[in-house]
């Protein structure tokens, strides 16, 4: 079993930066994907963006040119740097890992873009 901790979220104003990040302990020897989702109130979880073991991320469209996945495998850690923040990227975030087809969740961390 995989477990996930998140950190890095917060209050940011728009415009603004945060990066976010996760780490994974537990049976981490079989993680291949891991990666981020987040869910805004009264909305259906989406997928914002995923990093192989070894290769590049995958984006959201709405994520696509200000966001930044990277992976620390030697650390077991996954990190999401999002710049330009809008109100609308409010949500709760949520980190993700694979392993043998089996999906593991963190507990969340709060993203609110306000001013």
């Known amino acids: 079993q995989v477990q996930l901790v998140e950190s890095g979220g917060g209050l940011v104003q728009p415009g603004g930066s945060l990066r976010l990040s996760c780490a994974a302990s537990?049976?981490?020897?079989?993680?291949?994907?891991m990666g981020w989702f987040r869910q805004a109130p009264g909305k259906q979880r989406e997928l914002v963006a995923s990093?192989?073991?070894?290769?590049?991320?995958n984006y959201a469209d709405s994520m696509k040119g200000r966001s930044t996945i990277s992976r620390n495998n030697a650390e077991n850690t996954v990190y999401l740097l999002i710049d330009r923040l809008k109100p609308e990227d409010t949500a709760v975030y949520y980190c993700?890992?694979?392993?043998?087809?089996?999906?593991?969740w963190g507990q969340g961390t709060q993203v609110t873009v306000s001013s």
């Open positions: 990093i192989p073991r070894r290769g590049n991320g």
């Open positions: 537990g049976s981490i020897s079989g993680i291949r994907y």
């Open positions: 993700v890992a694979e392993s043998d087809g089996v999906l593991s």
